[in-house]
């Protein structure tokens, strides 16, 4: 059984650019959580889905925008990169909306020159 | 104010040491969680706790609801428990994460 699965592992974007990173969930998992850690830091939530619509969403601008595919995999967008966006960014799967328990991928390291 | 505070934020210990990182949190809960991270960003839940304690082979987390304070204990530690541990205050609608605590385990 697969846990958590995040792509690409690493990748190095320039200022202004746009990039997308990739999440599937556990198998079963239907909710999934994006969180951003910079180096030093505690991950911070981004925003979590459900049923392909955002549910929640923590103090992060409308650069950060995402998306949940009926096959519960989701999507993170990042608009007009910042240097500041460079990060850790965690993917994590819940079996059910409001579940305690998260399972986190291994996370995609991005760089923004 | 962070909403979740660990201390300490660095720890070295030599091998065989009792180890004990703390967790206050300024939220309220549904469930408080211990994570470990490893070097290059994998995470790994430890303990998911509302009440009480927990023990996992040399882990042993406690909880105190009253308190809003949490403690992660580490028996007989061992080089390999080398790791960022993070504490994350789940309040039913988002996490609350700790900036961790770093442990190095010297042989």
């Known amino acids: 059984d697969a846990g958590v699965t995040q792509s690409p592992t690493h990748l190095i974007k320039t200022r202004g650019q746009q990039v997308t990173l990739r999440c599937s969930p556990k198998?079963?998992?239907?909710?999934v959580s994006w969180y951003q850690q910079a180096l030093g830091q505690g991950p911070q939530f981004i925003f979590q889905y459900y049923e392909e619509e955002e549910r929640q969403r923590g103090n992060f601008p409308d650069r950060f925008s995402g998306h949940q595919f009926p096959n519960y995999s989701s999507e993170l967008n990042v608009n007009a990169l910042l240097l500041g966006d460079s990060a850790l960014y965690l993917c994590?799967?819940?079996?059910?909306?409001?579940?305690?328990?998260?399972?986190f991928g291994p996370g995609t390291r991005l760089t923004v020159t | 104010k962070n909403e979740v505070e660990q201390s300490p934020q660095n720890l070295t210990a030599q091998e065989g040491e009792f180890i004990t990182i703390n967790c206050s949190y300024s939220v309220g809960i549904s469930a408080l969680h211990w994570l470990q991270q490893h070097p290059g960003g994998g995470i790994v839940s430890l303990f998911m706790l509302s009440s009480g304690k927990k023990k996992h082979g040399r882990l042993i987390a406690t909880i105190n609801i009253q308190e809003k304070h949490s403690s992660l204990h580490i028996t007989a530690s061992h080089p390999r428990d080398s790791a960022v541990y993070i504490c994350a205050a789940d309040t039913g609608n988002q996490f609350y994460f700790g900036t961790g605590t770093s442990l190095t385990v010297i042989p």
């Open positions: 198998s079963g998992h239907d909710t």
């Open positions: 994590a799967s819940s079996p059910g909306w409001g579940s305690s328990e998260q399972y």
